[in-house]
T-cell receptor, first 113, second 111 residues
Framework: EAGVAQSPRYKIIEKRQSVAFWCNPI?????LYWYQQILGQGPKLLIQ????????DSQLPKDRFSAERLKGVDSTLKIQPAKLEDSAVYLC???????????FGPGTRLLVL | QQQVKQSPQSLIVQKGGIPIINCAYE??????FPWYQQFPGKGPALLIA?????SEKKEGRFTISFNKSAKQFSLHIMDSQPGDSATYFC??????????FGTGTSLTVIP
């Protein structure tokens, strides 16, 4: 079974630029999460999708972050404009509906200069 | 506000030792408590998990102890090996399926 795929793996941008990350969850997993992991900290939930609907985006900085999961499969997370404090690893995870286990992708490392 | 508090921040043990990582929570609506292992450059991977109606769960060399009244749970790694060197995160799931993570413990096992 293929795992959660994410791209790109690394991205370096300058502040005020925009950036987008892509996630392809495990086939059949209805629930998809985006997390932000700042160096030395645990993952922090940004947004949770159930199929193509948003379940929780209470911690998403909506003035600059957006996410979508149009067909209930792949998802994109966008930052526009980026700030220095957005430097982090952005993790995507998926879970089968009703299941307990989250499966994480390898993450995208973002550095904002 | 940190929903799940984890300690220590880092831990160094000799091979064969038993590192213990502790977590505490406040929200009694949490219903599932997983532990994740993360190697550099990789995403977290589920190690072991427990529900609050169980006081202990063991899988191989990994054991979770759960104290519901104290709202604390801990991970014990028996006969630790250098390959166990990684960062460990505890987490708690809210009934709405949102997960909250601890701040992580960097474990180093010295050969």
């Amino acid at each position: 079974e293929a795992g959660v795929a994410q791209s790109p793996r690394y991205k370096i941008i300058e502040k005020r630029q925009s950036v987008a990350f892509w996630c392809n969850p495990i086939s059949g997993h209805a629930t998809l999460y985006w997390y932000q992991q700042i160096l030395g900290q645990g993952p922090k939930l940004l947004i949770q999708f159930q199929n193509n609907g948003v379940v929780d985006d209470s911690q998403l900085p909506k003035d600059r972050f957006s996410a979508e999961r149009l067909k209930g499969v792949d998802s994109t997370l966008k930052i526009q404009p980026a700030k220095l404090e957005d430097s982090a690893v952005y993790l995507c995870a998926s879970r089968v509906a009703g299941g307990e286990t989250q499966y994480f992708g390898p993450g995208t490392r973002l550095l904002v200069l | 506000q940190q929903q799940v508090k984890q300690s220590p921040q880092s831990l160094i043990v000799q091979k064969g030792g038993i590192p213990i990582i502790n977590c505490a929570y406040e929200n009694t609506a949490f219903d599932y408590f997983p532990w994740y292992q993360q190697f550099p450059g990789k995403g977290p991977a589920l190690l072991i998990a427990i529900r609050p109606d169980v006081s202990e769960k063991k899988e191989g060399r990994f054991t979770i102890s759960f104290n519901k009244s104290a709202k604390q749970f801990s991970l014990h790694i028996m006969d630790s090996q250098p390959g166990d060197s990684a960062t460990y995160f505890c987490a708690a799931r809210f009934t709405g399926n949102q997960f909250y993570f601890g701040t992580g413990t960097s474990l180093t096992v010295i050969p």
